[in-house]
């Protein structure tokens, strides 16, 4: 399905779009970030928590030195209290993405991954490389997200193609 090839280009390229956006958050205040703009978590904040929870516990069952969110899945728009404490989690979280999938291999993936799903409540089995694959692709749903609301709230989002990625990013 997948290889580690794509893992290693996905990592960087999720680390270059949350470097991105960082930025343009850094230039938005509290109540621009916090706005409740009818998405689905409400606000860009929202959005925001609910990824960093994503890529929390999807990475919690990949590598055994990764945390799972302190909050449940439906609380995940709440999961930090501020922009500072996100931007730092966000930025440790992107670092160990990247250093894992260095350090995997191609036979990593093809391996089964089980876990409980809070979501659906219930026992849950599936090829790793396809929950890795759902990680990647559910940053890019959630980045389109907040692409949408930053448009809305008259910011010009990032690039996010990921043919323009710089080579050193």
Not at 53 to 65: N, T
Not at 121 to 143: D, E, P
Request: hydrophobic share 40%; net charge negative.
């Amino acid at each position: 399905m997948i290889q580690k090839e794509y893992v290693l280009q996905m990592a960087r390229y999720n680390a270059w779009q949350n470097r991105q956006l960082r930025d343009t958050f850094k230039q938005m205040t509290e109540d621009e970030l916090t706005y409740d703009r009818g998405a689905f978590f409400g606000s860009i904040f929202g959005t925001m928590n609910h990824l960093l929870w994503g890529d929390m516990i999807w990475m919690s069952r990949f590598c055994d030195d990764v945390p799972a969110p302190t909050v449940s899945g439906d609380q995940s728009a709440a999961l930090t209290p501020s922009f500072g404490v996100w931007d730092a989690e966000r930025f440790r979280l992107d670092g160990r993405i990247r250093i894992w999938a260095q350090t995997l291999s191609n036979m990593d993936l093809c391996v089964e991954e089980s876990w409980f799903s809070g979501t659906i409540n219930q026992q849950m089995k599936r090829s790793r490389a396809l929950c890795v694959a759902h990680m990647f692709n559910h940053q890019t749903h959630h980045r389109g997200q907040i692409s949408q609301m930053l448009k809305q709230a008259g910011h010009t989002p990032p690039v996010s193609d990921i043919i323009f990625m710089p080579e050193d990013a």
